[in-house]
């Protein structure tokens, strides 16, 4: 009986320890995919208040199609894709949030960039 009990506590542990290791390894990939995901912007050539934001990922995993962007003059849109538009209404410094999810929102990241309306 008592071998067991020992068999069954060192099985429960190995299985304990199996599982965090996926964890671990799903926070730690999910990290070093955020250092590789960017926002760059640009103004359009007709309107220098109309900013067009292009987000940038050169990695392996899947970008999710649906992202949504807080412009940071308190417009809030979801775009398809991983380009969007926005044209702001007042001068200032602004920072846009991009929530960009990669392989089905299994990593989710607030991507910002700041711009700037003169």
């Given amino acids: 009986m008592e071998l067991v009990k020992k068999s ?3 099985l429960g542990l190995i299985a304990v320890s199996a599982c965090g290791d996926k964890v671990e390894k799903s926070v730690v990939d999910c990290f070093g995919q955020s250092i590789l995901i960017d926002v760059e912007h640009k103004a359009s050539d007709s309107n220098a208040s109309k900013i067009d934001f292009n987000i940038t990922y050169p990695g392996k995993e899947t970008v ?3 992202v949504r962007w807080d412009f940071g003059d308190g417009t809030v849109q979801d775009f398809t894709g991983r380009d969007a538009s926005h044209t702001y209404t ?5 920072t846009a949030i991009a929530k960009v999810g990669l392989n089905n929102g299994h990593c989710s990241f ?3 960039e700041t711009v700037t309306i003169k």
């Fill in 64 to 66: 999710d199609n649906a």
């Fill in 110 to 112: 607030d991507i910002k």
């Fill in 90 to 94: 007042k001068a200032g410094t602004y």
């Fill in 8 to 10: 069954l506590l060192f």
